[in-house]
């Protein structure tokens, strides 16, 4: 989750990162931070020495978003979205920048599918700008934005690559905001008009449909405490934006369904172990995965709220439960829960949590403070899902790791080291029964990383902000090789 803020976390000890994940590079490129006392999980299971195999038809991919790479901010008729509002803002982003030109995809994604077809993917996750196809978020759909979509999306099917696509990547356009953006119900309505126009748009196209990312990211990070747009501090507005949300979600399944486009359709969720500090106290830990992980995942996969991510207490959503009961009409928990042909799991890392519920470090971080890494917490989570939501095939949509440096580079066998342990997790739980079908990488560009701008760069290919040229990684060299041999191999 690219945030900080009452989730921040202090900066770790990297020591317990070999015996993590087994990579020497990325260790040493943790290395120079400072020392002391992490109390990492201990490894409870050592990588085969032999290539793990990936079941036939497992699909390798990489993932963008539209705001992050697209750049051409007002071309073909775009219109402002909330990000474009709070990156003008001074303070907000931390290199002052914004998402113009980001990595100029908008123009050069003929260049891109050749980059992404030369790694050999089998797909590519991008997301569609509402603020293109719908400038002012409702009327009638912006010609000019669906056709560049779907030369995206017929560029990707020429070169054999599968179009996995997300409706709402947090772009909200402004004019929506205007009106009350995601505290507004009105706004999971103008969701379902903007799904139905993509859906119809592309109905001929196979495509794994996202309708949201991370809506935990949205409504913590963007209206609880203020680090992403809109830019709200206001945990009452947060519990809103979840249910107006999911609210979202279930109406643009139903649309989707009745409008008998190819295709399947499921929600990208980010979602993280938490793991108690003392395991004979395990209440507050609980509360914390209410907030994080079963505040998303049950209404979605169960039709229900759990009772324990909102109120007062530590690890909560310090929203007023009751004024969050208000907002959920009659129907509204049966449309959340229309059926999801496969669940997007968006996996970066762990946390602690003590006994009253506090967040807590218990790994090593990346250059990213919130990302707290343990590859083991991917089987664990990959486990839990079987188990607590059975038969829903799932898709890792999202996993990897920035740089160290904001400095562009291709020198990256930290991502490599961190890539091979989380494909060595997911290939575990395979082997165990969970039936995870794909993976992509976040991300494949460098782009614009949110609150931190241009400072943390999370692709397999560099992008050279000044010129746009893009050079594979040796990690993008790495992962061609996984995903030709459809395995990985130890280190
Ligand atoms: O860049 C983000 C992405 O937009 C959503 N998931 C986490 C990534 C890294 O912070």
Redesign the pocket.
Known sequence: ??DDGPRRRPDLSRRGFFALVGGAALAAALASCAPGETPVPAPTWTPPADPMAFPPGFVWGAAT?AY?VEGSLTADGRRPSIWDTFAAQPGAIRDRSTGDPAADQYRRYPQDVELMAGLGLGAYRFSLAWPRIQPTGSGAANVAALDHYRRLVDALGARGIRSAVTLF?WDLPQALQDDGGWENRATAERFTDYAAICFDALRDVDIDWMTL??PK?HAFAGHWYGAHAPGLRDPDVAAAAVHHQLLAHGLAVQRFREGGASGRIGIAL?LIPVYPLDPTLPDGATRLDGRENRLFLDPVLKGSYPTDAIGAEPGQLPADPEAFAALQRDGDLEVIAAPNDFLAV?Y?GVTGADSSGNEASIAPTSA?SWQQIRAEGLYDLLMRLRRDYPEIPLLIT?NGIPDPTPDVTVDDPHRTDFLRAHFQQAARAIGEGVPLQGFYV??LLDNF??AEGYQQR?GLIAVDFDTQERTPKQSAEWYSQVVAANAVAAA
Do not use: I
Request: no cysteine.
């Open positions: 989750m690219p978003s992050q990547h990312n991370e990211s980010n968006q970066y990213a999202e976040w991300s990383e949110w999370w």
